[in-house]
């Protein structure tokens, strides 16, 4: 198993552009989930997705969109970038079983530069 | 609603000693707790995770961590630091009925010196 994956590994964006940050899980997971990590602020739920075509917003959404056409896939869109969202993006995924002592496995990150 | 503290930001110890991390929290129901570990430029690995089936629980790498009620404390800790351990640490707390109520820790960093 890859686990969870996620591209580009960097990327560096004028303010303004939009673009997608990929994460694709193999692991047949129900739950996915994005987080960006600021220093001094441990990580931020912006988007989750309890299964494929159902989203939902977690602490911090705005300026950013997700879609779940299938379980492997949850893409993260920046509609209009903002230097405020220079951060360090995770991708996460878990189980969804009976109680809630299911871990999330997570991806490598996506360091997101905003100029 | 739910939170957890770091009690640390900075944490440094010599290697061979033991390693104390901790992590209070605050929840009205019972809750789930994680340990994650995450080295430089690397993402979030699970040292450890309560799941009530006993207040001391063992994770990888020696890392163990008791859940304390009566404190609503969930330290992690390690008899004895290796160099590889320096990293920073997460505790995780996690709503018991639903998945958004997930809350991090703000981290605390570990050194380790020779």
């Known amino acids: 198993n890859a686990g969870v994956t996620q591209t580009p590994k960097f990327q560096v964006l004028k303010t303004g552009q939009s673009m997608t940050l990929q994460c694709a899980q193999d692991?047949?997971?129900?739950?996915m989930s994005w987080y960006r990590q600021d220093p001094g602020m441990g990580l931020r739920l912006i988007h989750y997705s309890v299964g494929a075509g159902i989203t939902d917003q977690g602490e911090v959404p705005n300026g950013y969109n997700v879609s779940r056409s299938t379980t492997e896939d949850f893409p993260l869109r920046l509609l209009s970038a903002a230097p405020s969202q220079t951060s360090v993006y995770f991708c996460?995924?878990?189980?969804?079983?009976?109680?809630?002592?299911?871990?999330?496995?997570f991806g490598p990150g996506t360091r997101l530069t905003v100029l | 609603a739910q939170s957890v503290t770091q009690l640390d930001s900075h944490v440094s110890v010599s290697e061979g000693t033991p390693v104390l991390l901790r992590c209070n929290y605050s929840?009205?129901?019972?809750?789930?707790l994680f340990w994650y570990v995450q080295h430089p430029n690397k993402g979030l690995q699970l040292l450890l995770k309560?799941?009530?089936?006993?207040?001391l629980v063992k994770g990888i790498n020696g890392f163990e961590a008791e859940f304390k009620k009566s404190e609503t404390s969930f330290h992690l800790t390690k008899p004895s630091a290796h160099m590889s351990d320096a990293a920073e640490y997460f505790c995780?707390?996690?709503?018991?009925?639903?998945?958004?109520?997930?809350?991090f820790g703000t981290g605390t960093k570990l050194q380790v010196i020779p």
């Open positions: 929840s009205s129901y019972s809750p789930s």
């Open positions: 996460a995924s878990s189980r969804r079983l009976a109680g809630d002592y299911n871990e999330q496995f």
């Open positions: 309560y799941t009530s089936a006993a207040t």
């Open positions: 995780v707390v996690r709503y018991s009925g639903g998945y958004q109520k997930v809350t």
């Open positions: 692991m047949n997971h129900e739950y």
